[in-house]
């Protein structure tokens, strides 16, 4: 069971380069979540899924696209790589009710040059 | 939309002390879930603690305990006999019925030894 799991680790693009973070759980959970933490400002909400084919805007969604096609997968795309979207991306993963802890995946640090 | 304060960015306290760090929220809501983040140097995100609105009791784990005065929307952490292995950041977070998860900015905690 390696929970969720989140790749690259690190990465370096150049402004305008495109990209996708990956994110998978093997909890067979149904939210999925990705945050972005930026010094001083905690974790801040993207992108999430409620399940397989339902996503939705969290609180910082321009600039980045997200797909549920699978219970198990939940990608990131940076469209267009801003220096603004430098910044440490987590994904996290729990069961349906509000009380169930969320999960959270090592982290991908994010440099945009 | 919910709103999560945590007023003291950085704190310290000696190694077997006692520390207490803030959280207050603002919601409309009577029914949501409270939660503490801890985040030490590996980045990982750990769930400390969580609170259901509805009980009165406040929730305790081991050495952490929390102080949940729904009336004044606050949640504060205790921290007992704290250990070198606290040192990390602290994040609360809200739980409502848009299932969201809200951070607030977090508390850098150091255990001083």
């Not at chain 1, 067979?28 to 905690?42: A, C, F, K, L, V």
């Not at chain 2, 959280?23 to 409270?34: F, G, I, K, M, V």
């Not at chain 2, 050495?63 to 950041?89: E, Y």
């Amino acid at each position: 069971n390696a929970g969720v799991t989140q790749t690259p680790k690190f990465q370096v693009l150049k402004t305008g380069q495109s990209m996708t973070l990956q994110c998978a759980q093997d909890m067979n959970h149904e939210y999925m979540s990705w945050y972005r933490q930026d010094p001083g400002m905690g974790l801040r909400l993207i992108h999430y899924s409620v399940g397989a084919g339902i996503t939705d805007q969290g609180e910082v969604p321009n600039g980045y696209n997200v797909s549920r096609s699978t219970t198990e997968d939940f990608p990131l795309r940076l469209l267009s790589a801003a220096p603004s979207q430098t910044s440490v991306y987590f994904c996290a993963s729990r069961a349906a009710g509000r009380y169930n802890e969320q999960f959270f995946g090592p982290g991908t640090r994010l440099t945009v040059l | 939309a919910q709103t999560v304060t945590q007023s003291q960015p950085e704190m310290s306290v000696q190694e077997a002390e006692t520390v207490t760090l803030s959280c207050t929220y603002d919601t409309s809501e009577n029914n949501y879930y409270l939660f503490w983040y801890k985040q030490p140097p590996s980045r990982q995100m750990i769930l400390v603690i969580r609170q259901e609105a509805y009980k009165q009791q406040n929730a305790t784990e081991n050495r952490f305990s929390v102080n949940f005065q729904k009336a004044a929307k606050s949640f504060s952490l205790k921290i007992s006999d704290s250990q070198l292995g606290d040192t990390a950041m602290y994040f609360c977070a809200f739980r409502g019925g848009n299932e969201k998860l809200t951070f607030g900015t977090g508390t850098r905690l150091t255990i001083i030894p």
